[in-house]
C-alpha cells in the first residue's frame, strides 16, 4: 500500500472520529437545557414583539378568560324583571255611545260594553339596596297600574310601589317589599374611556337576564327619543333591544356605569344609556320627593352669533341671547325681557348656554342669582330668585 495513501487514510479517520465528538457533545449540551427553556425571539424573527412566544399577552389587561362570566354570575342576581300592566281607557265615541241615555232607555246596559283592556309591558331593572329599592326607566313604568317584580332565585312574584319618577331624565325608582336582596353600585363615569369593555344585562324580548358585552363607542352623546331630549349618554356596541330598558350596563368590575334606555332601530350596534354620574345626582330626589326637584328661571335661550352681537352692539359675540320669557316665572318678576343678553352671572362671564344652564341648575331653590344684563346699549345688574320648575306662579 502506497504510504501516501496510508497517511489520507489515517488523516480520514481522525477527522471523522472528532466530527463525531463535536456531535455528540452537541447533543448532549442540548439535551441538557431545560426543557421550558424560551428561544430568544430574536433567533426566530429579528424584530418580532414581544409577545410572539406568548400569545396570552394578547388579551387584554384585566380580562380574562372567566371575567365576563364571573361577573355575570354576581351581578346578574341583582337584576330584575319587571312586568307592566296598564289599562287603556275607552275612545270618547264609545263613552258616548254607551252612556247615552237615550240607547239606556230603549236597550238598558249593553252586554256588549267594551270592558277596559290590560295591556302589557315589560323590562328590566335592578336592585339599589338590600331593602328593596329597584332603578329603572321612566318609560318602562309609565301609566303602569300594576307592576311586578320577578327577583332571581326567589319564587315570589313582587308587587312594586312606583316610589319616585322623572320623564325629561328616564328614570324611576320602585320599592318592593324584600329583606336580604342582592345590590348593585354606581360607578365612577369619570373613569370610562372610550374603548372600556362594558356588558349589558336584562330581559330583551322577555327573555330573562339576557347577557351582551361591547365596548363604550363614544361618552356625552346627544339624543333625542321621541320627545326627551338626552344631553350626555353614554354610547356602547352591546345590544340593547326592547325589554333591556332600565338593565344595568356594567364595567368589569361589575360596577353599574349607565342605565340602557334606548336603542337606535335605524343603525346597527349602537345603543345608548344614561351615566350613572346622572343617576346619582337625582337619586335622593326622587326617593325623597317623589321627583326631580329642578332650580327655573324661566327663559329660553339662544347663542350669540357674530350676526346678533352686531346686531345688539356687542363688542364680541359672548353672553347669552334670552329670546323669550316665561310669563309669570322668575325672570319675568325680575324685570328680564326678550332681547336681553345675559353677559354674566355671580360675576363671571358668559360664554354660551350650557355654562348659564349649569350655572342654574347648580343654585338651591329660593337662592339668588346677579345678572349682568345688556340692554338697548346699555348694561344693568338684575337678580332673579330662582324657583322649582313646575311650582311657579
Known amino acids: 500500500m502506497d504510504n501516501r495513501f496510508k497517511m489520507y487514510l489515517v488523516l480520514a479517520v481522525v477527522v471523522a472520529f472528532t466530527l463525531g465528538l463535536a456531535a455528540s457533545g452537541w447533543a448532549l449540551y442540548f439535551s441538557g437545557l431545560p426543557a421550558a427553556a424560551p428561544l430568544d425571539k430574536q433567533d426566530i424573527i429579528p424584530g418580532a414583539p414581544a409577545f410572539f412566544e406568548q400569545p396570552n399577552n394578547l388579551q387584554r389587561p384585566g380580562l380574562g378568560p372567566n371575567t365576563i362570566a364571573e361577573l355575570v354570575e354576581k351581578a346578574g342576581q341583582a337584576v330584575v324583571k319587571i312586568d307592566t ?31 277596559p283592556q290590560v295591556q302589557r309591558g315589560m323590562g328590566s331593572g335592578f336592585i339599589i339596596s338590600s331593602d328593596g329599592y329597584i332603578l329603572t326607566n321612566q318609560h318602562v313604568v309609565q301609566g303602569a297600574s300594576k307592576i311586578e317584580v320577578k327577583v332571581v332565585g326567589r319564587d315570589d312574584v313582587y308587587v312594586a310601589e312606583l316610589v319616585g319618577s322623572d320623564y325629561d331624565l328616564d328614570l324611576a325608582v320602585l320599592k318592593i317589599n324584600a329583606k336580604g336582596l342582592p345590590t348593585l353600585v354606581l360607578g365612577d363615569v369619570d373613569e370610562v374611556r372610550v374603548g372600556d369593555w362594558v356588558v349589558a344585562i336584562g330581559n330583551p324580548y322577555g327573555m330573562d337576564h339576557t347577557v351582551t358585552v361591547g365596548v363604550v363607542s363614544y361618552k356625552g352623546r346627544k339624543v333625542t327619543v321621541e320627545d326627551r331630549r338626552f344631553e350626555d349618554l353614554l354610547q356602547t356596541d352591546a345590544s340593547i333591544n326592547p325589554g333591556n330598558s332600565g338593565g344595568p350596563l ?70 347669552v341671547l334670552i329670546a323669550d320669557v316665561v310669563q309669570g316665572g322668575p325672570a319675568h318678576k325680575a324685570g328680564l325681557r326678550r332681547g336681553d343678553v345675559v353677559l354674566e352671572i355671580g360675576g363671571k362671564k358668559l360664554k354660551d348656554t350650557d355654562q348659564l344652564i349649569k350655572a342654574i341648575q347648580s343654585t338651591p331653590i329660593g337662592g339668588k342669582v346677579v345678572l349682568l344684563v345688556h340692554r338697548e346699549n346699555s348694561t344693568r345688574y338684575v337678580t332673579v330668585v330662582i324657583e322649582e320648575k313646575g311650582q311657579a306662579r
Open 85 to 115: 300592566y296598564t289599562e287603556t281607557r275607552r275612545s270618547r265615541q264609545q263613552d258616548f255611545f254607551f252612556n247615552d241615555p237615550f240607547f239606556r232607555q230603549f236597550f238598558g246596559e249593553s252586554p256588549f260594553s267594551p270592558e
Open 250 to 319: 356594567l364595567n368589569l368590575k361589575g360596577e353599574v356605569i349607565g342605565i340602557n334606555n334606548a336603542m337606535n332601530a335605524q343603525a346597527q350596534g349602537i345603543g345608548f344609556a344614561i351615566p350613572a354620574s346622572t343617576v346619582q345626582n337625582v337619586l335622593k330626589d326622587l326617593i325623597e320627593k317623589g321627583k326631580v326637584v329642578r332650580p327655573w328661571m324661566g327663559v329660553y335661550l339662544q347663542e350669540i352669533t357674530p350676526q346678533l352681537a352686531e346686531y345688539f352692539g356687542l363688542k364680541t359675540p359672548e353672553g
